[in-house]
């Protein structure tokens, strides 16, 4: 039996809508804007806004007005309302920022950490520093393929299926994680180089490759939240097996474990960062060596890319980490092994091949898109009217 809608869950389904709206936009909305963009009447519009500001949601402040037209008001983030935290963990090190509706960031706070799962003790010591009543949800983004959501897989760490829940312990917030590749590809579809393109991929570059597929905005996750391991295909015929148990992975021969593997380095525990950086520098003042081994990752980079494209036809791919350096540095070589890789009927038209924009804030960026998804739902904007 088709379920009828109270005219009570279509407000709620719209204060839902008004608050994506906010939240999703790239500049503060007029409540006019909110209105053409809901589809809705100014009226409606403004008792929606009434109810989100009793509920401390949101808040009106007067816009700058051109002279022409009626005065309008700005919708922004109530100044008491909901935080949603955002935790950035990375091999070595960890960043917690405050985010608020809409976006904005404020950084608070970060450290070193031991390696081990302890390193949560430290974020959570962090979070209830920094908690205020105004903490709603908390969004991570770590490194390696989390299952099912909750089951982290860290393999420079040596962590396998380590339970989010045994991490962070009883009584926290609303929490959400994600691999952070895929959060920073998530950064720039919502906030970024790829805003507003139905099909688009992102690749993050460390210590090797990491990638999402991006449709409409959200980034594809998979049955078991593990797709898009497109640096553990073996796309370039690297002759190496690869730690994750794959002979011949994209991740061999693209990143900064690659680069080390050339220079004595020793790839594979998430350390080495310094030499990799070493290596770019000297390509970059132009010794043969460093150039020939940055010359290859560039090359593999565009081979895998073109692969890929042949598979999702992406409107553009977007870079991060030392993807960013490669583009900078050569940015012929990756689009020429691209075209290689491409079917002969897709040269005329590439995938453009851009540096992203949100950069090394994106996996902290696209962990606090995550927190705010986890709670920009009309059972949360329900409870807290
Ligand atoms: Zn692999």
Known sequence: ??????????????????????????????????????????????????????ARLLHEVPAETSGRGRPTTLLVPHPDGPLAFAVDFREDAWTLASVALGGAITELEGGEHDRTPRAFADIRAAIERHASGRLAVVGFATSGPIRDGRRLHISHLAWEDVELDDLIGADWPTTAVDNDARLAGLAEA???????????????????????????GDAQRGAHNIAGEFGHMPLTGSALRCMCGVLGCWSLDVGANALMRRFGGEPGYGTGRELAQEVLRRAE????????????????????????ANALDPEAISLSGLGVDLIRLRREVIEDHCAEGLMAFRRDEPPRIVSGTVGAAGPLTGAAEIAWDAILTEAWVRARR
């Open 190 to 216: 919502r906030r970024g180089a790829l805003r507003g393109m139905g099909t688009a991929m992102h690749f993050h570059i460390d210590f090797d490759i990491g990638g999402t597929l991006l449709l409409g």
């Open 285 to 308: 003042d132009g010794d043969p060596e460093a150039g020939a081994a940055v010359d290859a990752n560039a090359a593999a980079l565009g081979r895998g890319l073109g692969a890929l």
């Open 1 to 54: 039996m088709p379920q009828t809608m109270t005219s009570a869950d279509l407000r709620t389904r719209n204060q839902v809508r008004l608050l994506r709206a906010v939240h999703d936009a790239d500049a503060p909305l007029t409540r006019a804007d909110a209105a053409r963009r809901l589809g809705i009447g100014r009226n409606t519009a403004g008792a929606l806004v009434a109810e989100l500001e009793r």
